[in-house]
Nanobody, 118 residues
Framework: QVRLVESGGGLVQAGGSLRLSCVAS????????MGWFRQAPGKERVLVAR????????YYTDSVKGRFTISGDNAKNTVYLQMNSLKPEDTAVYYC???????????WGQGTQVTVSS
């Protein structure tokens, strides 16, 4: 099973920036897509951004458009999330996900905490 490891979380003031990283522990794993999800206390995990390697298409949830940028290296099963103009409502545990094909379930990382102060 693929193990994903996130890093880069931390505490930042509103308006600041953070860059999250995610890598897959199994180098031979070829992902179809990788994405970033977040979960705030008492809420469900939601998709924030996703990149599909075939075609290089990206998706962003409306609340982060223009502020977050997802990028990565398909060959290395590595994905990044550049987060700019952070807001307190961005505070959550951010999870990396990867799937082997369109219909498969996501493999998950353990999450990294992002806290944005007012």
């Amino acid at each position: 099973q693929v193990r994903l490891v996130e890093s880069g979380g931390g505490l930042v003031q509103a308006g600041g920036s953070l860059r999250l990283s995610c890598v897959a522990s199994v180098r031979t794993f070829i992902s179809y897509a990788m994405g970033w999800f977040r979960q705030a206390p008492g809420k469900e995990r939601v998709l924030v951004a996703r990149i599909t390697w075939s075609g290089g298409s990206t998706y962003y949830t409306d609340s982060v458009k223009g502020r977050f940028t997802i990028s990565g290296d398909n060959a290395k099963n590595t994905v990044y999330l550049q987060m700019n103009s952070l807001k307190p409502e961005d505070t959550a545990v951010y999870y990396c996900g990867a799937k082997r094909d369109y219909y498969s379930d996501y493999y998950w990382g353990q999450g990294t905490q992002v806290t944005v102060s007012s």
